[in-house]
């Protein structure tokens, strides 16, 4: 019996299902937070200025619109088309020499931002695109009909009348940054998600992969509520 007993309490230490709190260093833990928020500012703030010139440009060159080209709307959409099919975490790896030319390294905060940017950008794409044909066609005719230029008609029409989608894909994008960002770590990419592989998984520490988790919880969760407030105000006005 005492046997049994002892084989069970290796097989929990074993599988990690043995918790113990005093192994969390909460000053790691923090730092952990903010260079998960580092990687999601600044990838996000890359992220909506490249997503944004691609979304318009599908958008502008599809068909029946201002700059109707189908030779570089379909090249465009191919390209978006297989950066978003392909896994984040091999678009990591695959593109580790472009990220060392960037950031001179592949791994921590730095090392994963260029990726992040890679995977998101043609997402949010796709998304600034989806919501710029929501755009009323009339409001866009009439101001043709006014004599406003293409850009007039894109930075005044366009882009102001889709603001809701367009804040509410932003939003949407951050979210998948912030998975992205986890799945980092898999490769020393720094943030919780490094934190959770090395203590959570590697060293069967399952309390430090609750409370990473946790965190990311609590910082989708705020993502989102600050984003519907803000799509809401925006609507309402």
């Known amino acids: ?29 923090w730092q ?19 997503g944004l010139v691609i979304g318009v440009l599908l958008y502008l060159t599809s068909s029946r ?12 959409s ?11 975490i091999i678009l990591m790896i695959a593109v580790m020499p472009l990220t060392k030319e960037i950031a001179g ?14 995977g998101a ?18 409001i866009i005719e009439a101001a043709q009909a006014m004599g406003a230029s293409k850009w007039d008609i894109v930075r005044r029409v366009l882009l102001r009348e889709s603001r809701p989608g367009l804040l509410a894909a932003i939003v949407v994008t951050a979210i998948t940054l912030v998975s992205y960002t986890a799945m980092a770590g898999v490769v ?11 203590y959570g ?24 509520m600050i984003g519907d407030w803000l799509v809401g105000r925006i609507s309402r006005k």
Do not use: C, K
Not at 78 to 88: A, K, M
Not at 205 to 211: A, C, L, W
């Open 1 to 29: 019996m005492m046997q049994i007993h002892s084989n069970a309490s290796q097989l929990r230490s074993a599988g990690g299902l043995e918790w113990d709190w005093s192994r969390i260093d909460l000053a790691e833990i």
């Open 32 to 50: 952990a937070t903010q260079d998960t928020l580092s990687m999601l500012a600044i990838s996000l703030l890359f992220t909506v200025i490249l």
């Open 65 to 76: 619109q201002l700059l109707h080209m189908p030779i570089v709307y379909s090249v465009l």
């Open 78 to 88: 191919i390209v978006v088309n297989i950066l978003r099919s392909v896994p984040f």
């Open 105 to 118: 390294t592949t791994i921590g905060v730095a090392g994963t931002i260029p990726p992040l940017v890679i």
């Open 121 to 138: 950008a043609p997402f949010f794409g796709r998304l600034v695109e989806t919501a710029l044909r929501e755009v009323d066609r009339g």
């Open 188 to 198: 020393g990419g720094g943030g919780l998600g490094d934190l959770a592989i090395r």
């Open 201 to 224: 998984y590697q060293r069967f520490q399952t309390e430090v992969m609750f409370v990473t988790v946790v965190m990311l919880i609590i910082l989708v969760q705020i993502l989102q």
